[in-house]
């Protein structure tokens, strides 16, 4: 059966905004796209939603908030991103509303982006296995919250000190989507992509997997895209163009 190609992701652009539910969301893939992206000196700012605090069973939440926050920043340095802010909603609980949109608005606004980056958010990872209620309200709001920060009569109360709307998003890319038709080639980076996961260290032992190692899980998926790509490692995405008529 003939592979299904996947397009390459355009690179013309010089700030993206990544927007994921917890700390380690960007790790399971996207990573070592982002250190391709900082390594061509594009600025890359990450955005936690919640601080991961509810992910690590034997860890009470406000000690695994401090924990999980520290790996994320360490996690996020090695792939050269030196901005991450942590929004410190509640983890496991999140919402899609007005609420999160709210929030997520604002961040937009505050980094005037071109390009927003997000994890799946699709009810699947394309099997049976079901994306996880936090990954979805996440990403849902993302892109909405997108479109609200380009209004000026959405979230008005934000625009003060200066603040103004920002409608300059080219696209929201979701990292991991099981109907993803582009992706990028990784293969220089997949190696600060593994170590950027090998960062989480206490999420990963938390988890409890027996013999799972990251660069093995990584390079499944990686080598998997890379043959859609013609390329030895690639990361996939989903595109949401944010212009009309695309």
């Known amino acids: 059966m003939e592979i299904e190609k996947l397009e390459p992701l355009p690179e013309d652009w010089d700030r993206a905004l990544c927007v994921v539910a917890h ?18 000196g594009k600025t890359v700012t990450y955005c936690m939603v919640t601080s991961g605090e ?30 991450v802010e942590f929004l410190h909603q509640p983890d496991g609980i999140l919402e899609y509303g ?10 937009v606004r505050r980094h005037r982006p071109d390009i927003v980056i997000t994890g799946n958010f699709r009810d699947t990872w394309g099997g049976v296995n079901l994306n996880q209620a936090d990954h979805i309200a996440t990403g849902r709001a993302v892109v909405d919250a997108v ?21 300059g998003v080219r696209a929201v890319w979701a990292a991991g989507s099981p109907v993803a038709g582009h992706a990028v080639d990784t293969t220089d980076t997949f190696d ?27 390079e499944g998926f990686a080598r998997q895209t890379g043959q859609r790509l013609g390329v030895a490692f690639a990361a996939a995405f989903e595109v949401f163009p944010m212009g009309w008529g695309e």
């Open 147 to 167: 479109r609200d920060a380009g209004n000026r009569w959405v979230f008005a109360e934000q625009l003060t000190d200066g603040l103004e709307p920002w409608g």
């Open 54 to 83: 509810a992910g690590i069973d034997g860890l009470a939440p406000d000690e695994c908030r401090t924990v999980r926050e520290a790996e994320q920043v360490e996690s996020a340095r090695i792939v050269g991103v030196s901005e």
């Open 192 to 218: 600060a992509g593994v170590a950027s996961l090998e960062a989480h260290r206490a999420y990963i032992d938390g988890l409890g997997w027996e013999n799972w190692d990251p660069r093995e899980f990584l």
């Open 98 to 107: 007005v609420p999160l949109r709210r929030e997520i608005a604002h961040v």
């Open 23 to 40: 700390p380690d969301d960007l790790e399971f893939g996207a990573a070592a796209a982002i250190a391709r992206w900082t390594g061509q």
